[in-house]
């Protein structure tokens, strides 16, 4: 079945404590992104990659870093968490990087930091 | 830069009414692609329906139904005799073609509940 996998669903942490959230799709998508959500604001993009070592910033990158070094896996990490990234996170990927492109979504990561 | 608004932020609604969710996009590139989602309570993020600048048909998808109009810009989306089963967060986004490649932006979203 062809999905976006994320880990893990639910995250609760403490301030200053590394995670990282992974990502994977089985699709042999080229692009992939990710995404916070938070009430009043929608969807925010937080960086994307638009293929194997080739990752670019978002509307709201500060506090997170992505790696790319396999085209399937695309994982967040938050090297210092602060309260304020509490929100739930989705990953996409697409076929490639076009404007017309669907985007595929994980089920979503609710992270909570205190 | 890019922008869509979805001004109404919860809807309440009796099952087998229409609804129409709002929505307005800011865009200066002459080719985009405008889209719906639906996320259900249980959180995942559906595709419901995908059109580009250049076609202004109207969509109709079972008791879905989309209305594209330009010289409004908006891209509003109904549902005619809703179900309990609507009941979800509903996002209008956009993507453009020069500037954002498969980047969405995403309204703030519209909550719909349609009470029994």
């Known amino acids: 079945e062809a999905q976006v996998t994320q880990n893990p669903r639910y995250l609760i942490t403490v301030t200053g404590k590394k995670l990282t959230v992974t990502c994977s799709q089985n699709m042999n998508h080229e692009y992939m992104s990710w995404y916070r959500q938070d009430p009043g604001l929608g969807l925010r993009q937080i960086y994307y990659s638009m293929n194997v070592e080739v990752t670019d910033k978002g509307d709201v990158p500060e506090g997170y870093k992505v790696s790319r070094k396999e085209k399937r896996n695309f994982p967040l990490i938050l090297e210092s968490p602060s309260p304020n990234q509490t929100s739930l996170y989705f990953c996409?990927?697409?076929?490639?990087?076009?404007?017309?492109?669907?985007?595929?979504f994980g089920s979503g990561t609710q992270l909570s930091v205190l | 830069a890019q922008k869509v608004t979805q001004a109404q932020t919860e809807i309440s609604v009796v099952e087998k009414e229409d609804v129409t969710l709002d929505c307005v996009y800011e865009t200066r590139d002459t080719t985009y692609y405008l889209f719906w989602y639906k996320q259900p309570p249980s959180g995942e993020l559906v595709f419901l329906i995908r059109r580009n600048s250049f076609d202004e048909q109207n969509e109709i998808s079972g008791r879905y139904s989309w209305n594209f109009q330009k010289s409004t810009s908006s891209f509003n989306f109904t549902i005619t005799a809703s179900q309990v089963v609507d009941s979800a967060v509903y996002f209008c986004?956009?993507?453009?073609?020069?500037?954002?490649?498969?980047?969405?932006?995403f309204g703030e979203g519209t909550q719909l509940t349609v009470n029994p």
């Open positions: 986004a956009l993507s453009e073609e020069e500037t954002s490649g498969s980047r969405l932006t």
């Open positions: 996409a990927s697409s076929f490639s990087a076009g404007a017309n492109e669907k985007l595929f």
